[in-house]
């Protein structure tokens, strides 16, 4: 049995979505970002020409927030939190480890597109440090040694 294949968005698909209101860059930037994984140059220009806005206002706001991104990204984005009770309580032992284990630095995705490792400044879990996001979940209290079981989940 033959599944049906899901339909590609498409930049236009998202400008549709929000009317092309230019005050809504900030959400078309995001939906593009989750359809592609990261800001493609081809699809900035794209809203560029048919929202009618410069394209280095669109690289101004693109380049303004650590949420966007212009390098293309793994499957799976991994955020190790270096936040202060995180740094505190191990996390750059956890990214020495996840640096080690996907044979990458931070900033890097893995050759096979499957991770992004990034240090992100803090993700609003304290209480839980340290504490890494990977793909939107959290895993909190984590130990260098349960990073080899966590990575094979993903």
Known sequence: MKTAKAKKITVKDIIKKYGGDK??????????????RYLP?????????????????????????NAFSLKQRG???????AGTACHVQGAARLMDRM????????GETTK??????????CLGCCSLA????????????????EVPKILKNY
């Not at 809504?24 to 939906?31: E, G, K, S």
């Not at 640096?99 to 931070?106: G, S, T």
Request: hydrophobic residues 40%.
């Open 130 to 145: 340290p504490v890494v996001r990977i793909s939107g979940n959290i895993h909190p209290n984590l130990t260098q040694d």
């Open 112 to 121: 096979d597109k499957m991770f992004s490792l990034e240090e992100v400044r």
């Open 41 to 65: 140059k081809a699809a900035l220009s794209s809203i560029s020409k048919q929202m009618e806005v410069p394209l280095t206002r669109i690289y101004e706001i693109a380049t303004f927030y």
């Open 23 to 36: 005050t809504a860059m900030i959400a078309i930037l995001q939906d593009v970002q989750e359809e592609f």
């Open 75 to 81: 499957k799976n984005l991994i955020e190790v939190c």
């Open 99 to 106: 640096e080690r284990d996907l044979a990458i630095k931070c």
